[in-house]
């Protein structure tokens, strides 16, 4: 896993109903290969989850909302809630942990948004964060993981199906499914939370940097 920076520090007031991109630098409306509004990705992979950060340090906005999206090439995919979020509390932090937005090498890759027309536009914005990545061989041992683990529940449920208590009570239907995953060997479920949270769950519980 690894992080790629989104570093849009300079502060900017936003037009209305205008798409902006911001990378290794930025924000800008200039969307042009190899400018610095992109990030170039080094190794193919996925973004597996983002952190972005809006600050508005001059005048708070009205209350639209401002949809937030990574993109990659000529692909995109949105952060957080389809809705968007609005600034006018002197800004957001759009952040999703379930995200698959797969790159190749070479790609680039940025955030863009597109501002609504509001009643009263922000002044002086920064956007800022991070994206968390995986390359291919860490997404096809995580697949491998999850297809044992799958299989490990399956037999564990075929088993307790199966099998008869003391009292002559089935145990079909005594457990619920996170009891039948907590039978798991132990090495399984270190296993995947040693490789699968340092991608995922570190993020939502603040363990990474902030931004």
């Known amino acids: 896993m690894y992080l790629l920076p989104i570093n849009g520090l300079t502060e900017f007031n936003p037009a209305d109903a205008t798409e902006y991109f911001v990378g290794a630098a930025g924000p800008g409306t200039d969307d042009l290969t ?5 990030v170039r990705a080094t190794l193919a992979g996925i973004v597996v989850a983002a952190t972005i950060h809006v600050q ?34 002197g800004g957001s932090t759009y952040s999703d ?4 937005l797969a790159f190749s090498n070479n790609n ?6 597109t501002t609504p027309t509001w009643v009263t536009n922000p002044t002086q914005v920064i956007v800022w964060g991070h994206l ?5 061989d860490e997404e096809t041992a995580f697949a491998l993981q999850d297809t044992n ?7 564990i449920s075929g088993i307790l199906a199966g099998s008869i208590l003391d009292n002559g009570v089935s145990y079909a239907g005594q457990l619920t499914a996170e009891e039948i995953r907590s039978l798991r060997s132990p090495d399984i479920n270190l296993q995947r939370s040693v490789n699968r949270s340092l991608v995922k769950g570190r993020v939502g519980a603040g363990q990474y940097p902030n931004g």
């Open 132 to 136: 968390f990545c995986t390359n291919n």
């Open 97 to 100: 942990q379930v995200m698959s």
């Open 34 to 38: 190899g400018t610095a509004r992109v």
């Open 56 to 89: 508005v340090n001059g005048d708070l906005p009205s209350s639209e909302n401002v949809i937030m999206q990574v993109g990659a090439n000529a692909n995109r995919e949105t952060i957080s809630s389809a809705g968007g979020l609005n600034w006018s509390g």
């Open 108 to 113: 680039t890759l940025r955030v863009v948004f």
């Open 149 to 155: 683990i799958a299989n490990n529940d399956s037999d």
